[in-house]
């Protein structure tokens, strides 16, 4: 069994680059940082180190990427590692990366920030809707709970299963 998956969350740190392929497909890349925040155990003192990490999204998600995506975005990234290679043009020496292919993305932050979740399959949000995000659960507090009248629908439990990644 064999397993190549890749989840990170993080800001971007440059606009997203869109491209078309010669064959016409649509190619968008980004970097995005994610950072780890630790306490050093000898001095006490909190520690912080950044990775960056190199996004490559396809035909509707690059588009998507495109269209909401901008330097600064909190984002959810899900996809595979690929590492390509090439030789350099100045010295020949061959170089190597590795890049996340984005399978879903998930865009994370307040309102105009993003909050929409794409991927390949999704069908495009109307250009006249501002994605959005809210920190409230979604609850229609005129469907019966079973807990009674005088429950409280915002104390609704959240279970692990009815979150989105």
């Known amino acids: ?16 680059e869109i491209r078309t392929t010669p064959t016409g497909k649509t190619v968008a890349s980004f970097d995005v940082a994610t950072s780890f ?9 909190q520690k912080k ?10 035909t ?8 909401y995506l901008h330097k600064g975005s909190k984002v959810y990234i899900e996809g595979r590692l690929q590492t390509r290679d090439w030789l350099g043009q100045q010295d020949g020496i061959k170089r190597y990366r590795t890049e996340i292919i984005a ?13 929409q979740s794409s991927s390949q ?3 495009p949000p109307a250009p006249e809707e501002q994605p959005s995000v809210s920190s409230e659960p979604i609850i ?25 990644f």
């Open 103 to 115: 399978e879903n993305m998930i865009m994370l932050g307040g309102a105009g920030q993003g909050g």
């Open 121 to 123: 399959a999704d069908q």
């Open 60 to 67: 509707r998600l690059a588009e998507i990427c495109g269209q």
């Open 49 to 58: 180190t950044t990775e960056f990490h190199h996004v490559v999204a396809w």
């Open 1 to 16: 069994m064999n397993l190549n998956k890749a989840m990170i969350i993080g800001n971007l740190t440059r606009d997203p």
């Open 37 to 45: 925040v630790w306490k050093d155990s000898q001095t006490g003192e």
């Open 140 to 164: 229609n507090i005129d469907e019966p709970t079973g807990r009674g009248e005088d429950a409280n629908p915002a104390e609704e439990e959240i279970k692990v299963e009815n979150i989105p």
